[in-house]
């Protein structure tokens, strides 16, 4: 817009609103313009007399005015309503001013219609020659009336293409409004995470300090390679389970120092799910419950299992179980399943299955989420 340096700013800004479209807007419009042609092609064969002499006129008449109409929707009235009524509080004295403008705009709009019938080849198509039957006589339509008439018309149909362009900016406004709250709240979920896990490796390592200072050392090191790797997962909102797997790999690596023999690790990760995405740290979060919930709670060995697969019904499962020999009425605080569910409902809504058992001496995680198939695929 550096052509419109002279301009004042609320000409810059009118020009700067009246580039810059999305595809979804140019697809509309492109509809609207095939929809508009059709409709006055159809109007001008039941209107003039001997349309079929002038078949190239008509055509070039709709072809006309639809342009025309595409053109004063998107230049002269899409920027006056993101200037002015796009993203405000619709107020009385905001809307009455716009009508007033639509009002001017329709009687422009209508004299650039009308001009367009006075041109050479157009003139078999000049709506001024439209005459109202009364009785028997017939008499030509005042131009008056027809200004009248022209503008109403024009009026109303710009009204229209307002308000639906409006209500289209609102509904979209309040989805991506809608999204920024729940990417919002997906972070802060899984920033809390963060302390809950550090605290739980810190124990870890103090507890092998007295007892193995070299393995004590050795899971530091892990823990540093860990914590580097989670810095760089928080930055995002959701990871692959293949990238979820990584950090998980290396927890567990530490915890398999610490319990030693008492751990079993079992891993079954179906290929075609690693490169599917779950809210970041979520088998983290799981692993950790398992860990903290299953395997330090008892002294006899236990296991975790890691399992993930497809399902029948265009979806895919991941699943947490491990040993529990505590007794069905020592429940623990549950913040971490709350949290993983919770972030679930926000990115999947109905479309994820979150659900717990615990029977057998086994608790289990399963989640079941929407499969999405690769580009590649």
């Not at 265009?314 to 009425?329: D, I, K």
Request: proline share 3%; hydrophobic share 40%; net charge neutral.
């Amino acid at each position: 817009m550096n052509n419109l340096a002279w301009a004042p700013s609320w000409l810059r800004q009118f020009g700067t609103y009246a580039v810059g479209t999305s595809k979804p807007y140019r697809v509309v419009m492109l509809l609207l313009f095939g929809l508009h042609f059709i409709l006055t092609w159809a109007a001008m064969q039941s209107l003039l007399a001997g349309t079929g002499e002038y078949v190239n006129a008509v055509i070039a008449r709709a072809l006309l005015e639809a342009t025309l109409f595409i053109a004063v929707c998107h230049f002269l009235v899409r920027p006056y309503l993101r200037m002015n009524l796009v993203g405000t509080n619709l107020q009385a004295t905001s809307i009455t001013l716009c009508v007033f403008y639509l009002m001017a705009v329709s009687i422009v709009y209508f004299y650039i219609s009308y001009s367009l019938g006075k041109l050479d080849f157009l003139t078999a198509t000049d709506m001024s020659q439209i005459q109202v039957q009364s009785g028997q006589m017939g008499r030509e339509l005042g131009f008056i009336a027809m200004v009248v008439m022209g503008s109403a018309q024009s009026l109303i149909t710009l009204s229209l293409w307002s308000v639906a362009y409006l209500v289209w900016h609102f509904q979209k406004n309040k989805r991506e409004l809608q999204h920024q709250i729940n990417q919002s709240q997906i972070q802060q979920l899984t920033n809390q995470l963060s302390p809950h896990f550090l605290f739980n490796s810190l124990n870890s390592i103090r507890a092998l300090i007295f007892a193995d200072q070299e393995r004590a050392a050795e899971v530091l090191t892990l823990l540093s390679d860990l914590l580097r790797s989670q810095m760089h997962s928080q930055l995002k909102t959701r990871s692959t389970l293949g990238e979820e797997w990584q950090l998980t790999g290396k927890y567990l690596e530490i915890e398999k120092v610490r319990f030693d023999e008492r751990l079993t690790l079992e891993v079954d990760l179906a290929p075609a799910t690693l490169g599917q995405e779950v809210p970041t740290l979520t088998l983290l979060t799981l692993a950790e419950n398992a860990v903290k919930h299953g395997i330090s709670q008892s002294s006899r060995p236990g296991y975790i299992r890691l399992t993930s697969y497809l399902s029948a019904s265009h979806s895919w499962c991941l699943e947490v179980a491990n040993s529990h020999f505590n007794s069905p009425g020592q429940p623990g605080t549950q913040v971490g399943q709350h949290n993983v569910k919770k972030r679930l409902e926000l990115v999947y809504g109905r479309q994820s299955r979150f659900t717990t058992e615990d029977d057998n001496q086994q608790y289990r995680v399963l989640m079941e989420l929407p499969y999405v198939k690769s580009p590649d695929s």
